[in-house]
């Protein structure tokens, strides 16, 4: 049997090669993957399995194959390995001293290799010997060339091209980005990408550039099929698709580890490699991928040269999920077949299929409007689909004393209902009881469910009792069966029937202000169940809190941290100075506050209470050992105030601020900050940063550790 080979250019700096093994039926290929500690893996099965080897002992970067037999591939430390019978045996050699990223070949002797230190090596004899020039002083990931004379080479901000074979090369700096990957169609249209999402895009060979950032993931890998259908994949799993040459992206995010290589074969077949020797595959352009791990290590690209030939068959259920066979053998998730075109195969599913209790799907026809069972024989790509329309069981029950309506019944997925409940002769209707999403439970009469799951619907019936429900102090709020009410409220209830009172708290928050539960008069927590059998008064009591602010002035700290206090309580302030400082005095603002010289001091939470301790400075500490905060100064500030902190050596300083609920509000870094005491002046009033009056927290990281420091802006 005849198959199909195309040998194309490397798309990543390292690769997966596909090759078509000789013999082997045409719904088979073999393949290659290098990566960490010198790994080669090989698979017979387009990627299903795979067999490994270790040829090399250092990383393995790029691999490059021209035939089924002749490929090489490099790595760190210089090393190159070659082969001649298709990765049976290899052959090792050191053709450079310095990493080793990318190789490409355009025939069995003429092939490139770039590394660090923007090394080039060309050889023309298989890579037995080589010559090397250094065109930059860059490092180069990527190289591609279209025949023995047109290529390009990528690297640390920087494309060169040759149209020589790599004698001379012309540079070009179109970004600042590291850039790993290279792509070209033909000798106009070409693609370069690289960190921070940054794609390049060229119509004339590389004599210009267009830049563009569809995503802010760093990209690793790109590959293009034609002129305007390519891929591109990166950090944290980001796999890129374009229609239209680069113009626009859509992105996906199949697996959440760095993804180092790209290749499509076609419109259709793809394969991606990447960290935690993750391997992708798909037979759809992307829309959907299959991940397997036949490696511990990270392998570092994907390359095939064969298109899988055959009709690809995908065989599945709306909504998935569903029961369906294929050829006899029984399936419950999508399945994609590599089939002979032509070939007679049976689908088949069941009529009605269950899934757990209340629910069952009811097939409703195959996509190809074929029977429930009936053979397909298709000539190209296919996808057959069972239809099902799912139901759930609404069941109605009544309590004493009254009926509902409808009966226990199926419904459709998402159907409305709508349920009546009526009391017999001297009797109330008491409430609904439900459960499955999509139900209801209160007092609404009739009422409506959403059948969005099976659902249980109970009306419950009975007598009256009157209840008054109140709160202290007056208004505050409260919730009697899921509505809220701010003053006192009368019900009328069946004796015993059930009935959810509830707290809200903590309520009246202000930034120094908020009410919690204390009681309801019924004993019960803030939120409970209550059934009652005669005329009844419930009354929830709250109390107030306060916020207290303690302030640490320039050289000392103050304990405690401050925070919520209930009205009255009696708190103990300590100023603590620092070393070469002493305290001064209090100054305190608010109900109970204390402004003086004792220390401790107990004050009083009256109100909202702000506490300043205030010392006097001395002796600027020694350069510290470790990263240090002290105090920011002014504290509490209007507008502006000065971060101050020690570095034990010189470091890039990372700053972000906090407010008390966690949400950062400003981020700033500042490269090279020497070692020894540094201040950073924080502005207010910029109009990248948003700070109103209260507390925030001053988080910086430096020098290898974090430390954290509050502080207090008052408008």
């Given at each position: 049997m005849s198959s199909r080979v195309l040998i194309g250019p490397s798309c990543a700096a390292g690769f997966l090669l596909f090759l078509q093994a000789l013999g082997v039926p045409h719904a088979h290929a073999s393949g290659f993957a290098?990566?960490?500690?010198?790994?080669?893996?090989?698979?017979?099965?387009?990627?299903?399995?795979?067999?490994?080897?270790?040829?090399?002992?250092?990383?393995?970067?790029?691999?490059?194959?021209?035939?089924?037999?002749?490929?090489?591939?490099?790595?760190?430390?210089?090393?190159?390995?070659?082969?001649?019978?298709?990765?049976?045996?290899?052959?090792?050699?050191?053709?450079?001293?310095?990493?080793?990223?990318?190789?490409?070949?355009?025939?069995?002797?003429?092939?490139?290799?770039?590394?660090?230190?923007?090394?080039?090596?060309?050889?023309?004899?298989g890579g037995a010997t080589w010559t090397t020039s250094t065109p930059t002083s860059a490092a180069l990931r990527g190289v591609f060339f279209l025949d023995q004379d047109t290529g390009w080479a990528v690297g640390n901000g920087t494309v060169l091209r040759t149209v020589n074979g790599g004698v001379s090369w012309i540079a070009a700096s179109p970004t600042t980005a590291t850039l790993k990957d290279v792509w070209f169609t033909d000798a106009s249209n070409g693609w370069v990408v690289g960190g921070n999402g940054v794609v390049l895009r060229t119509a004339n060979?590389?004599?210009?550039?267009?830049?563009?950032?569809?995503?802010?993931?760093?990209?690793?890998?790109?590959?293009?099929?034609?002129?305007?259908?390519?891929?591109?994949?990166?950090?944290?799993?980001?796999?890129?698709?374009?229609?239209?040459g680069g113009t626009n992206w859509s992105e996906q995010r199949p697996v959440a580890?760095?993804?180092?290589?790209?290749?499509?074969?076609?419109?259709?077949?793809?394969?991606?490699?990447?960290?935690?020797?993750?391997?992708?595959?798909?037979?759809?352009?992307?829309?959907?991928?299959?991940?397997?791990?036949?490696?511990?290590?990270?392998?570092?690209?994907?390359?095939?040269?064969?298109?899988?030939?055959?009709?690809?068959?995908?065989?599945?259920?709306?909504?998935?999920?569903?029961?369906?066979?294929?050829?006899?053998?029984?399936?419950?998730?999508?399945?994609?077949?590599?089939?002979?075109?032509?070939?007679?195969?049976?689908?088949?599913t069941t009529p009605t299929q269950t899934q757990g209790a209340g629910t069952r799907h009811l097939w409703q026809g195959w996509s190809d409007g074929g029977a429930i069972s009936h053979t397909v024989s298709p000539v190209d790509d296919a996808a057959y689909t069972a239809s099902f329309q799912t139901e759930y069981a609404l069941d109605t029950q009544a309590g004493a004393n009254g009926t509902v309506t409808p009966a226990d019944a199926w419904y459709p997925a998402g159907a409305d209902v709508v349920i009546t409940a009526t009391p017999a002769p001297g009797f109330a209707f008491n409430g609904w009881t439900g459960s499955g999403s999509g139900s209801y439970s209160g007092w609404a009469n009739p009422a409506t469910v959403r059948m969005n799951a099976p659902v249980t619907q109970v009306a419950a019936f009975g007598t009256e009792v009157t209840v008054v429900v109140s709160c202290v102090p007056a208004g505050r709020s409260f919730v009697v069966d899921g509505t809220t009410y701010s003053g006192s409220q009368q019900f009328t209830w069946t004796p015993g029937s059930?009935?959810?009172?509830?707290?809200?708290?903590?309520?009246?928050?202000?930034?120094?202000?908020?009410?919690?539960?204390?009681?309801?008069?019924?004993?019960?927590?803030?939120?409970?169940?209550?059934?009652?059998?005669?005329?009844?008064?419930?009354?929830?009591?709250?109390?107030?809190?306060?916020?207290?602010?303690?302030?640490?002035?320039?050289?000392?700290?103050?304990?405690?941290?401050?925070?919520?206090?209930?009205?009255?309580?009696?708190?103990?302030?300590?100023?603590?100075?620092?070393?070469?400082?002493?305290?001064?005095?209090?100054?305190?603002?608010?109900?109970?506050?204390?402004?003086?010289?004792?220390?401790?001091?107990?004050?009083?939470?009256?109100?909202?209470?702000?506490?300043?301790?205030?010392?006097?400075?001395?002796?600027?500490?020694?350069?510290?050992?470790?990263?240090?905060?002290?105090?920011?100064?002014?504290?509490?500030?209007?507008?502006?105030?000065?971060i101050r902190f020690g570095l034990p050596r010189t470091s890039d300083v990372d700053l972000e601020v906090f407010d008390v609920a966690g949400r950062r509000i400003f981020a700033d870094s500042v490269p090279g900050m020497g070692a020894g005491w540094q201040s950073y002046r924080l502005d207010a009033n910029r109009s990248d940063i948003d700070l109103r009056t209260g507390i925030y927290f001053v988080r910086i990281s430096a020098a290898g550790a974090t430390q954290t420091v509050r502080i207090l802006l008052l408008r």
């Amino acid at each position: 049997m005849s198959s199909r080979v195309l040998i194309g250019p490397s798309c990543a700096a390292g690769f997966l090669l596909f090759l078509q093994a000789l013999g082997v039926p045409h719904a088979h290929a073999s393949g290659f993957a290098v990566g960490g500690n010198g790994l080669v893996i090989r698979s017979l099965d387009h990627g299903e399995n795979w067999s490994s080897s270790n040829p090399a002992a250092v990383t393995l970067n790029g691999v490059h194959f021209v035939s089924d037999t002749h490929g090489w591939a490099v790595g760190n430390a210089g090393v190159l390995i070659r082969t001649v019978d298709g990765g049976q045996n290899w052959l090792q050699s050191s053709p450079g001293l310095l990493n080793l990223n990318d190789v490409h070949f355009v025939d069995v002797d003429t092939g490139w290799i770039v590394g660090d230190g923007g090394k080039v090596l060309r050889t023309a004899d298989g890579g037995a010997t080589w010559t090397t020039s250094t065109p930059t002083s860059a490092a180069l990931r990527g190289v591609f060339f279209l025949d023995q004379d047109t290529g390009w080479a990528v690297g640390n901000g920087t494309v060169l091209r040759t149209v020589n074979g790599g004698v001379s090369w012309i540079a070009a700096s179109p970004t600042t980005a590291t850039l790993k990957d290279v792509w070209f169609t033909d000798a106009s249209n070409g693609w370069v990408v690289g960190g921070n999402g940054v794609v390049l895009r060229t119509a004339n060979g590389g004599s210009s550039w267009a830049s563009s950032n569809p995503t802010t993931s760093g990209l690793n890998a790109v590959c293009f099929v034609d002129a305007q259908t390519g891929w591109a994949a990166g950090l944290s799993g980001s796999v890129l698709r374009t229609l239209d040459g680069g113009t626009n992206w859509s992105e996906q995010r199949p697996v959440a580890t760095e993804l180092r290589s790209i290749y499509f074969i076609d419109d259709r077949f793809g394969w991606a490699a990447g960290v935690g020797g993750a391997l992708l595959r798909t037979s759809d352009g992307g829309e959907t991928w299959i991940v397997s791990n036949p490696a511990a290590v990270a392998l570092n690209g994907v390359f095939f040269a064969s298109v899988p030939s055959g009709a690809s068959v995908t065989v599945g259920t709306d909504p998935p999920g569903r029961s369906f066979t294929v050829d006899g053998v029984g399936y419950t998730s999508t399945q994609t077949f590599l089939w002979e075109a032509g070939s007679p195969h049976t689908i088949a599913t069941t009529p009605t299929q269950t899934q757990g209790a209340g629910t069952r799907h009811l097939w409703q026809g195959w996509s190809d409007g074929g029977a429930i069972s009936h053979t397909v024989s298709p000539v190209d790509d296919a996808a057959y689909t069972a239809s099902f329309q799912t139901e759930y069981a609404l069941d109605t029950q009544a309590g004493a004393n009254g009926t509902v309506t409808p009966a226990d019944a199926w419904y459709p997925a998402g159907a409305d209902v709508v349920i009546t409940a009526t009391p017999a002769p001297g009797f109330a209707f008491n409430g609904w009881t439900g459960s499955g999403s999509g139900s209801y439970s209160g007092w609404a009469n009739p009422a409506t469910v959403r059948m969005n799951a099976p659902v249980t619907q109970v009306a419950a019936f009975g007598t009256e009792v009157t209840v008054v429900v109140s709160c202290v102090p007056a208004g505050r709020s409260f919730v009697v069966d899921g509505t809220t009410y701010s003053g006192s409220q009368q019900f009328t209830w069946t004796p015993g029937s059930s009935h959810t009172v509830d707290a809200t708290s903590p309520q009246g928050v202000t930034a120094d202000t908020r009410y919690l539960f204390s009681s309801w008069s019924d004993g019960g927590a803030a939120s409970h169940t209550v059934a009652l059998v005669s005329n009844t008064n419930l009354t929830t009591t709250f109390r107030a809190q306060y916020t207290l602010v303690t302030v640490a002035g320039s050289g000392g700290s103050v304990a405690p941290a401050g925070g919520w206090y209930d009205a009255g309580s009696i708190v103990t302030v300590t100023a603590v100075p620092d070393s070469g400082y002493s305290f001064q005095s209090w100054s305190g603002s608010g109900s109970g506050a204390y402004s003086g010289t004792q220390n401790p001091r107990n004050i009083s939470i009256n109100g909202p209470v702000i506490q300043t301790a205030n010392f006097v400075p001395g002796i600027t500490p020694a350069a510290p050992s470790v990263l240090t905060m002290l105090a920011n100064a002014p504290n509490p500030f209007r507008d502006e105030t000065d971060i101050r902190f020690g570095l034990p050596r010189t470091s890039d300083v990372d700053l972000e601020v906090f407010d008390v609920a966690g949400r950062r509000i400003f981020a700033d870094s500042v490269p090279g900050m020497g070692a020894g005491w540094q201040s950073y002046r924080l502005d207010a009033n910029r109009s990248d940063i948003d700070l109103r009056t209260g507390i925030y927290f001053v988080r910086i990281s430096a020098a290898g550790a974090t430390q954290t420091v509050r502080i207090l802006l008052l408008r």
